[in-house]
């Protein structure tokens, strides 16, 4: 499946065009959405046909969203500021793509997040502090990056974490 920015959705104001299907803003069960456990989710299946080019913005509208797993597919760019807008977020998982660029800082806004993986792919610049905030984070990867800059201090703060790669 491959995105494209022509500025011109199928979709009607009701839904997000992601990778060329829409999906609901309000409905999560529909479409490629997945149910696991009764909690909302976003999955990308590498099954001969991975998600390919940018996490479109439009992505912030999907607030109903628990778990995010695009691992391993072709993405490419930057994670947009706009992922911040998930708040209900418990599980994102972007790791082993193309991404490239800093980690957004409106990360910090994702504090039910229990499991952030953004390992292995290109990022870049310094880890922001604002992960600080994410207290109940039990594992955080972003080993296998391009990240430069010191440690920020504020990852003492993810005093639940079980697991750690950097």
Known sequence: MVITSTGW??????????WGNCYSITDTDSLNFCRRW???CLSGVVSGDPFTGAIPPEIGKLTNLTHINLFSNELTGPI??????????????LGNNQLT???PSEIGK?????RLYLGENQLTDSIPSEIGSLTNLTHLWLSNNQLTGSIPTEIGNLTNLTALSL
């Open 38 to 40: 009764d909690r909302s």
């Open 80 to 93: 947009p500021e706009e992922i911040g807008n998930l708040t209900g977020l418990t599980s994102l998982n």
């Open 101 to 103: 660029g800093a980690i």
């Open 110 to 114: 994702l504090t039910n997040l229990k």
């Open 9 to 18: 959705s199928q979709c009607d104001s009701t839904a997000v065009e992601l």
